[in-house]
């Protein structure tokens, strides 16, 4: 029998005849039915591992993600606590020097004239108590004294002047002291230079 497709075209298709059964062979068909259920089943059980697989990466993802924040907040309270043990040591160092900035004041309130000796040593012993008090926790003082040669790493120019005795790029005068603190710069020293 022949059957007209949709195309025009003609398909051969083989019906058996009427009155006959024609016979299945059962094991064919149960050997096709294993296929079908054996690829079904190993794509399942891929599937499965696929899934078992994923679930642990997410599992580890989590993990991670939440043992990192831990840490960035753990490591972001040791740096907070340890800025305000450095500043509490800096200021124990400065204590002593402050209560006798304080004395020296209040000493002024009664002072007379030959009185203004003993106030002007006073000053001085304050400032070589400051000078250790820096020295004790590492802060050194910058060498720039008029006649050395400017160094901008180390010095900061805020005038400059003509001067035939200097040399060129020659410090010519020092406004204010500068100070590093185990190699790097806290403040410039302030000068003159001469062109």
């Known amino acids: 029998m022949k059957k007209k497709h949709d195309k025009d075209e003609e398909l051969e298709i083989e019906l058996p005849e009427e009155g006959t ?31 078992a697989e994923l679930a642990e990466l997410k599992d580890r993802y989590v993990r991670l993600l939440a043992e990192y924040d831990n840490f960035r907040r753990r490591t972001q309270k040791e740096k907070e606590a ?38 002007a040593e006073g000053i001085k012993l304050i400032g070589k108590q400051a000078v250790n008090v820096l020295n004790k926790i590492g802060v ?18 805020v005038m400059h002047v003509e001067d035939d005795s200097l040399g060129e790029q020659e ?13 790097k710069v806290i403040r410039h020293t302030v000068v003159k230079v001469a062109n």
């Open 21 to 51: 059964e024609e016979e299945v062979d059962s094991e064919e068909v149960l050997e096709f039915t294993e296929d079908e259920e054996a690829d079904s089943s190993e794509e399942a059980s891929e599937e499965d591992s696929k899934d």
């Open 82 to 119: 340890i800025y305000a043990d450095a500043i509490a040591e800096v200021v124990k160092e400065w204590l002593p020097l402050v209560d006798d900035i304080e004395r020296a004041v209040a000493s002024t309130e009664n002072m007379d004239e030959s009185s203004v000796e003993k106030v």
């Open 140 to 157: 050194e003082e910058i060498e720039g004294k008029e006649g050395e040669s400017f160094d901008p790493n180390l010095h900061e120019a």
């Open 171 to 183: 410090i010519a005068q020092v406004f204010q002291k500068g100070y590093t603190c185990k190699g």
